[in-house]
């Protein structure tokens, strides 16, 4: 098995751009009204909206699945807790490269993957038992992957790492000293 490791970096706008959009209130407002600012985020999807909250559980910082969704902008927002660690890579027709993946610290601000990331299929809280996240996707992708386990997906594209002999670490050392179970 070939071990590669992925350095944790700190999200900022121009960091996380060829993935998708940081979801927080940053630059001049679309509108709003005396009391509040609405800044509107470009969300996209081809089937009904699905809103849910995921609770990612702690585990290994190891990455096997990677997916990409082909209908669907995707959005993640954690709801306190824990901060949380993604991975993601950019939009490509071809699987992503292991060395192409980035790893991005989540702490309060959420994330809009832009339609084709491809991402890991987990979050990791970085401490704790778990880290809650608002999840914003579409109810077609959603179902599609729940309802029918083992069929080859339509909606999304799926790569096993670990079925390709590659064993990919996040890199948690810099972040804390005692890694989650």
Same mark, same amino acid.
């Given at each position: ?29 679309? &509108? ?14 081809? =089937? ?45 027709? &071809?699987?992503?490269?292991? %060395? ?16 084709? &990331? ?19 996707? %579409?109810?077609?992708?959603? @179902? ?27 890199? &948690? =050392? ?5 890694? @989650?179970?």
């Amino acid at each position: 098995m070939r071990r590669i490791s992925l350095p944790v970096s700190p999200i900022s706008a121009e960091a996380f751009a060829p993935y998708g959009r940081v979801l927080s209130p940053a630059g001049a407002r679309d &509108t709003g009204r005396e009391g509040y600012d609405i800044w509107i985020q470009p969300f996209a999807a081809q =089937n009904r909206p699905r809103l849910q909250i995921v609770r990612y559980h702690a585990r290994p910082f190891i990455v096997a699945l990677v997916e990409r969704h082909l209908h669907v902008t995707e959005a993640r927002q954690p709801l306190g807790g824990s901060p949380a660690l993604i991975v993601v890579a950019e939009p490509s027709d &071809t699987s992503p490269a292991p %060395e192409s993946l980035r790893a991005f610290r989540l702490d309060g601000e959420g994330v809009l993957f832009h339609r084709g &990331t491809w991402h890991a299929i987990d979050a990791y809280p970085e401490h704790g038992s778990h880290a809650d996240f608002l999840f914003l996707s %579409e109810e077609a992708t959603v @179902n599609e992957l729940f309802e029918h386990p083992g069929r080859l997906p339509e909606r999304t594209q799926v790569h096993d790492f670990r079925a390709a002999g590659i064993e990919l670490v996040i890199e &948690t =050392n810099a972040l804390f000293k005692k890694p @989650n179970p």
